[in-house]
């Protein structure tokens, strides 16, 4: 069997660092906000280029954390993407904001510039772009945006860890920004984890508060917080894995690009890169109006594949209310025709031809 993602041969190639890590924490006794956290938030803000770095709980509280810092709230509205996990969409609730879909690019799946303009309207308070798949979205384009219309940027980096635009990583061109660390993710864990970013030690302060029931120092609260903490354990593994990185995400670049390169002659569509922001392949997903039977035969010869994401948010039953009667076409039609294969830096030639191979026999078929 072919799986999506192969956690186990990855963790045998990084054992003896992991293990050591661990082993760390568990002979320091400190594993709530301990050293082992601390030390991660300092090298991932290193790494993404950005002043402060603060882990939590999940990517979905991440989200969550980043909007209530940045004072969203009832009646505000949030601009977002339709064709994501409804994380991105559940923390803009939770805040009592009103998640605004718009549609998305037909190429990049990332949302459309175009139409998150005319989407902006006095309740407007901010615009989260989510990096899908690892393609980082116009950020450019939405940073002018937001400056011209005073918005604050909240960028959904949870698919998008090393990825970049014109050099710079994103998370680092809003306000506020906020990653997961789902084991599945190109930079993952064991377990759930999360981190929010910002260039603001104010709003990085109050994070720190809201992460951890309000406080600042034990006992005394100043705001009703959350219990929402990376605990020493994920911090160790992460310290680990974020030294590798980089090559992880070129090694994903490289199986993309050779399906791609494989597949260039088929009548489907592989993923695009815009040569501006450099995609990192949390997953490689492609386009065909051959889904179902391109599906049904990698399951027959072992071959996992994953559809992401089949029902858009605007069409989710919790949504309904909201979005009565919205139209979102270029959507839709992705979430009909797109569905994703293996991906992950240990996957080898010989598995993606393998792959490829069936795939080609159903097009020829």
């Known amino acids: 069997m072919i799986p999506m993602v192969d956690l186990k041969t990855q963790y045998h190639q990084l054992k003896d660092e992991i293990d050591l890590g661990l082993a760390s924490v568990l002979e320091s006794g400190a594993f709530i906000l301990g050293p082992q956290v601390h030390a991660f938030e300092k090298e ?3 790494y993404l280029g950005v002043p402060h770095a603060v882990g939590c ?4 509280d991440a989200l969550h954390l980043a909007l209530l810092a940045m004072g969203i709230g009832e009646g505000d509205e949030v601009i977002t993407s339709p064709f994501t996990f409804i994380a991105t969409a559940e923390a803009i609730r939770y805040v009592g904001a009103r998640p605004v879909f718009v549609d998305i690019d037909p190429k990049t799946f990332n949302l459309d510039v175009d139409q998150t303009q005319k989407a902006i309207t006095p309740k407007t308070k901010a615009i989260m ?3 899908l798949f ?3 979205a116009d950020l450019p384009r939405l940073q002018d945006l937001c400056c011209t219309h005073g918005l604050l940027l909240i960028e959904d980096c949870a698919q998008s860890f090393g990825a970049s635009v014109n050099g710079r990583q994103t998370g680092s061109f809003g306000v506020a920004a906020g990653y997961s660390f789902f084991p599945s993710k190109n930079l993952g864990c064991y377990g759930d984890g999360g981190l929010v970013v910002t260039p603001s030690e104010e709003v990085a ?4 508060m809201l992460r951890n029931h309000g406080s600042e120092v034990r006992y005394y609260h100043d705001v009703i917080g959350y ?5 020493e354990f994920q911090a160790a593994i992460l310290r680990v894995k974020l030294r590798h990185i980089d090559a992880f995400n070129q090694a994903r670049r490289r199986v993309a690009h050779r399906y791609s390169q494989s597949m260039a002659d088929l009548p489907l569509e592989t993923p695009y890169e815009d040569g501006i922001g450099v995609h990192v392949y949390h997953q490689y997903t492609l386009l065909s109006d051959r889904r179902e039977a391109i599906m049904a035969a990698l399951q027959e010869a072992a071959i996992s ?5 089949p029902v858009p948010l605007h069409h989710q039953k919790v949504f309904k209310k909201d979005c009565e009667g919205l139209s979102l076409p270029v959507t ?3 979430a009909q025709r797109c569905f994703s294969l293996p991906i992950y830096p240990e996957l080898g030639d010989e598995a993606i031809d393998r792959i490829v191979a069936v795939i080609r026999a159903v097009m020829h078929g």
């Open 129 to 131: 772009p989510v990096h």
């Open 305 to 309: 594949s994953a559809i992401y994401y």
């Open 227 to 231: 219990n929402s903490r990376l605990d």
């Open 134 to 136: 690892g393609q980082p």
């Open 57 to 60: 709980a999940s990517g979905t």
């Open 44 to 46: 991932a803000a290193e």
């Open 205 to 208: 302060q109050r994070l720190r």
């Open 332 to 334: 839709e039609s992705v």
